[in-house]
């Protein structure tokens, strides 16, 4: 393998690597304790998806009121 093979497929591989590492982005959608939307599973989510990049969590809790905003915790949530 000559010079320049190698230099094109170590370029290839070290962009294949970029593709793979994004970003996510999780919104939590609901203040229930633990369903798919709230934070707890958000956080769950960005646990599992790794350390190697940075994710993102945006709230979007619908309603009008600080209680309906608002998020009550029965027990701890998971460490990120």
Request: charged share 15%.
């Amino acid at each position: 393998m000559t010079y320049v093979n190698k230099l094109i497929l170590a370029s290839i591989g070290f962009i294949l690597c970029f593709l793979s590492a994004r970003a996510d982005t999780f919104t939590v959608t609901s203040n229930a304790e633990s369903r798919p939307g709230s934070l707890r599973a958000c956080l769950t989510q960005t646990a599992a998806n790794g350390i190697a990049i940075k994710d993102y969590i945006y709230f979007n809790i619908p309603g009008a009121t600080w209680a309906d905003r608002t998020i009550i915790l029965q027990s701890e949530l998971p460490a990120v």
